[in-house]
């Protein structure tokens, strides 16, 4: 079985802290994609990564950034969070150059407070 | 600009009712795919069915049928005699460059 591994499930951070949200994905998935999911905006894409060391922005990448040393590692950092970023994040990964035709499989999620 | 347009909130429906939901999507791509997913109650997104932008045959598998208009751009999904554990929200995404999903619809099965 495909699995995404969010590091962590719930996470209470301070205003102004840099928080950073750990993905793992162990299937060798070329593709991983960085969303927020608020209730009545669906999922939105923040970033997304289609090989090593790339990244591209998705549609609402103001406030964060990203790092992909590794294939199966995608981390989303929030460099100075702030109270409009408390949300679920949700990590996915999916197959294929472009990987536009295979399914995608999302971790649990990390619902992040920001106080 | 929404690129995956899903404009019932929510729907309600008593076991055994028939469940379509809605999806509107714009691209200027012609080589497209299209997703449904379902997110249960649990939270974990599951992947329900795709369609490519050049295969425009209707499908049935199980109680799911789906049906695709490129001349519309419409991609719908029905739920046929639903049960109680189909209460969750559903998403409908497209992926032509990137992976861009709807606001997604919140259907109720009542027993």
């Known amino acids: 079985d495909v699995k995404v591994t969010q590091s962590s499930r719930y996470l209470v951070k301070r205003t102004g802290e840099k928080v950073f949200l750990e993905c793992v994905q162990d299937m060798d998935h070329e593709n991983m994609f960085w969303y927020r999911q608020d209730p009545g905006l669906g999922l939105r894409l923040i970033y997304f990564?289609?090989?090593?060391?790339?990244?591209e922005k998705g549609d609402i990448p103001e406030g964060y950034s990203v790092s992909r040393e590794k294939k199966e590692r995608f981390s989303l950092i929030l460099e100075s969070a702030s109270t409009n970023q408390t949300s679920m994040y949700l990590c996915a990964s999916n197959l294929g150059a472009g990987g536009r035709d295979t399914e995608a499989f999302f971790g649990q999620g990390t619902r992040l407070t920001v106080v | 600009a929404q690129k995956v347009t899903q404009a019932q909130t929510e729907i309600s429906v008593v076991e055994k009712e028939d469940v379509t939901l809605d999806c509107v999507y714009e691209?200027?791509?012609?080589?497209?795919?299209l997703f449904w997913y379902k997110q249960p109650p649990s939270g974990e997104l599951v992947f329900l069915i795709r369609r490519n932008s050049f295969d425009e045959q209707n499908e049935i598998s199980g109680r799911y049928s789906w049906n695709f208009q490129k001349s519309t751009s419409s991609f719908n999904f029905t739920i046929t005699a639903s049960q109680v554990v189909d209460s969750a929200v559903y998403f409908c995404?497209?992926?032509?460059?990137?992976?861009?999903f709807g606001a997604g619809t919140t259907v109720t099965v009542r027993a």
């Open positions: 691209t200027r791509d012609t080589t497209y795919y």
């Open positions: 990564s289609y090989d090593v060391k790339m990244k």
């Open positions: 995404a497209l992926n032509d460059y990137k992976l861009s």
